[in-house]
């Protein structure tokens, strides 16, 4: 990996670190209600230009699926340590 992968890597381990630590001091409740207000209700599709070069990103979630967005998340995560 590059010195800015892996800087943007550090930094999203730290934001999902934050997270993490704020969620676990949190009741059922609270982390439920947390979720509720962070969900996108719209798709998340989007576009970003990085250096010049413009990413058109575009997302579907299956609902058959085998693993949630957070397991995804995590393998994503932790595949690139």
Do not use: C
């Not at 009741?27 to 990413?55: H, V």
């Not at 995804?72 to 595949?79: A, D, E, G, S, Y």
Request: hydrophobic share 35%; no cysteine.
């Amino acid at each position: 990996m590059t010195e800015r992968e892996i800087n943007f890597s550090d930094e999203i381990h730290s934001l999902l670190d934050d997270i993490t630590e704020k969620l676990s001091a949190m009741s059922k409740e609270d982390r439920i209600a947390w979720f509720k207000r962070s969900m996108y209700l719209e798709p998340l599709n989007f576009t970003k230009e990085i250096d010049g070069t413009t990413y058109a990103i575009r997302t579907f979630f299956k609902d058959d699926a085998k693993e949630n967005i957070t397991d995804k998340v995590q393998r994503i995560v932790l595949k690139n340590k």
